[in-house]
């Protein structure tokens, strides 16, 4: 694992929340990929390096997407939301990582 070129405690805070959504579901049945919100400076070695520490498991790749947010109207004003960073990232072959909170 490559977790030894980065500090633990900010790769801690790297991943902020599985995505859990209906495209993310499809996209981890199809190809083994599984899909975070990640803070908007992380890059792809420390989503993997987080990864790899957090579940123990192995990362073969990570693609990143950005997301800027909306303008929204609330009432009379108007308002927007956040940007958000996500991570798909894809596991080695054979290896599996349940988010749901099933018991296995």
Do not use: C, H
């Not at 500090?7 to 902020?16: I, N, P, S, T, W």
């Not at 049945?29 to 420390?46: C, D, H, M, Y």
């Amino acid at each position: 694992m490559s977790t030894t070129q980065f500090d633990e405690g900010r790769l801690m805070q790297v991943l902020v929340a599985p995505v859990v959504s209906e495209k993310a579901t499809m996209v981890s049945e199809k190809s083994n990929v599984v899909t975070f919100k990640v803070l908007q400076g992380a890059t792809k070695p420390e989503i993997k390096a987080a990864v790899e520490l957090l579940f123990k498991v192995e990362v073969t790749g990570v693609s990143v997407v950005n997301i800027k947010g909306k303008v929204k109207r609330f009432g009379k004003t108007t308002g927007r939301r956040d940007n958000v960073r996500k991570a798909y990232v894809q596991l080695k072959e054979g290896q599996d990582l349940n988010l749901s909170g099933e018991a296995a």
